[in-house]
């Protein structure tokens, strides 16, 4: 496994669910914005969702296809969780990123959140300036499951799909990393690795993927 490390020279992270600690506050967010419509869902049905924008997730949970609607559901949902959420990270995530940053390895962040959201939670925990490329919701016409978030930060780091690695939770992203032509890794976060089959390999935390990277 030591060359998986060896032959990546960047790794491109998802946010919610493998850098943030963000997954129950962001259903909680998104409950409370569906209860005002009348709508129900449990956590493991909105996890599987996890990597679409957020007016995807709205559309995706109400089946309305107004534009304007399902943008200022999508607001709604980030007040809200900004409202409840208190900044968290994994515990291993910043001691991860300094090993790799030791390695010599370029980091990006790849996230199916806003711009706006994503970047007060990374100026929180004082992570605005780890990352070398950063593409949110607002960077990319098609979002996740398409591949073009990650093919984007490939473009911004400037480097193939084979020296990238991505670190992922849910299955969207994994559909996105492999449509973009990179391994990936799959944190078992928020879902049971049987949601998680797609990726190249399945971890259960975060201490593994450490383990994983450094052998």
Known sequence: MKEVLQQAQALLFDF???????MNDNHLAWKAVMARQGISFDAQA?????????KDV????????????????????????LRIHQPALYP??????????????????????SRSRVGVLLAA????????F????????RPKPFGDPYEIALQGLGITREQGLVIENAPLGIASAKAAGIACVALCTTLQPADLQEADWILPHHQALIEFLFP
């Open 16 to 22: 919610d669910g493998v850098i943030g600690k963000t």
């Open 46 to 54: 909105y996890y599987r969702l996890e990597g679409l924008r957020p």
């Open 58 to 81: 709205a559309q995706r949970l109400t089946g309305l296809q107004d534009e304007e609607t399902l943008l200022e559901m999508g607001k709604e949902k980030d007040r809200e969780f």
């Open 92 to 113: 291993e995530v910043i001691p991860l990123l300094q090993r790799l940053r030791q390695a010599g390895k370029r980091l990006a962040l790849v996230t199916g959140g």
């Open 125 to 132: 925990q004082g992570l605005q300036n780890q990352f070398d």
């Open 134 to 141: 950063v593409v949110t919701a607002d960077d990319c016409p």
